[in-house]
């Protein structure tokens, strides 16, 4: 695999369900982000781990807890999510001291029943 | 960062150029032009960046305004593939991580 992958691509779970988004990245990068897309809006910034230590939480809420074990991985767990959340969710990596662009994965089509 | 001013929508017949401006009259010294792009459903694709001197690669060409307030991303010979949302995006260069912010952008549709 190359670049930035994402799973699952689509998921459909209930208010009541628990489940987690993967991101993964095989660029080096050592800096990881999630956005949200919600249809017809810009897109959001919610987490960046800059060194596996999160640096930015824009007034995320609580039901939505990001986890990144390690420099190549990014999870999103969610849990107790409203159908409001339902979202494309992205990932993306950069090159923290070095790169100028961000890769972006392919996203996670998220529906919240 | 500095705010951009894109236009919502524009259509670019297939084969021709599609000029995308952007407005950016606040942008301060140290802070670079970026430009990404959005395929439907797709994740935002970097197209290019540049500092003030014009710049081109194998995917488009950037044009500064010499007083750096304004630029004009160029794809020489649009195809029904570049029909996308583009994203003009200011922001200070490397260096630690990068907080991007993402505007509304410019729907670009490419007509046969």
């Known amino acids: 695999e190359t670049g930035v992958t994402q799973t699952p691509r689509h998921l459909v779970m209930g208010m009541t369900n628990k489940k987690s988004l993967k991101c993964e990245q095989h660029l080096g990068h050592n800096a990881m982000y999630w956005y949200k897309q919600s249809a017809k809006k810009p897109l959001e910034l919610m987490f960046v781990y800059s060194l596996e230590e999160r640096v930015e939480n824009n007034s995320v809420p609580s039901r939505f807890s990001p986890e990144c074990p390690n420099s190549s991985h990014l999870f999103l767990h969610l849990h107790t999510l409203q159908p409001e959340d339902s979202a494309l969710y992205l990932c993306?990596?950069?090159?923290?001291?070095?790169?100028?662009?961000?890769?972006f994965g392919p996203g996670t089509r998220l529906t919240v029943l | 960062d500095a705010k951009t001013t894109q236009p919502t929508s524009m259509d670019c017949a297939e084969g021709r150029a599609a000029n995308l401006p952007c407005n950016h009259s606040?942008?301060?010294?140290?802070?670079?032009v970026y430009w990404y792009r959005q395929i439907h459903s797709q994740g935002p694709q970097y197209i290019i960046h540049g500092l003030k001197n014009n710049e081109t690669n194998e995917m488009a060409s950037l044009i500064i305004t010499e007083d750096r307030k304004s630029s004009t991303l160029i794809l020489p010979h649009a195809t029904l593939r570049d029909t996308a949302v583009y994203y003009c995006?200011?922001?200070?260069?490397?260096?630690?991580?990068?907080?991007?912010?993402f505007g509304i952008g410019t729907k670009l549709q490419v007509i046969p």
């Open positions: 995006i200011v922001r200070v260069g490397p260096g630690g991580y990068q907080k991007v912010t």
């Open positions: 993306a990596s950069s090159q923290g001291t070095s790169g100028y662009e961000q890769f």
């Open positions: 606040t942008i301060s010294g140290n802070e670079y």
